[in-house]
Nanobody, 123 residues
Framework: QVQLVESGGGLVQAGGSLRLSCAVS????????MAWFRQAPGQERGFVAA????????SYGDSVKGRVTISRDVAKNMLYLQMNSLKPEDTAVYYC????????????????WGQGTQVTVSA
């Protein structure tokens, strides 16, 4: 059984930083492209960042480019999202996801999802 469990969310002031983690069990992430998406109330789930299955390509959404870094630890089967210079508009539930598709930013390409972790950025 495949499980993805996010952690690391919380309340932070604007300008602050958070590091999100995603623990994957039941499947090695070395064969997956992995990504972070986010969803704010009343909005569609949006792309944040992705890393290809070979770790060679990272992609970022325009709204977070330059402020976040996606990384992974294959040995630990973990995915991370370092977020800096956070803004109130970054407030959302953040989800990690995995897919066998290569380096895709589309949520409908992702087969496996975590339950999400709330990030709230105060002004």
């Amino acid at each position: 059984q495949v499980q993805l469990v996010e952690s690391g969310g919380g309340l932070v002031q604007a300008g602050g930083s958070l590091r999100l983690s995603c623990a994957v069990s039941g499947r090695t992430i070395s064969i997956w492209s992995m990504a972070w998406f986010r969803q704010a109330p009343g909005q569609e789930r949006g792309f944040v960042a992705a890393i290809s299955s070979d770790g060679g390509i990272s992609s970022y959404g325009d709204s977070v480019k330059g402020r976040v870094t996606i990384s992974r630890d294959v040995a630990k089967n973990m995915l991370y999202l370092q977020m800096n210079s956070l803004k109130p508009e970054d407030t959302a539930v953040y989800y990690c996801a995995g897919t066998r598709a290569y380096n895709t930013t589309k949520p409908y390409h992702y087969n496996y999802w975590g339950q999400g972790t709330q990030v709230t950025v105060s002004a």
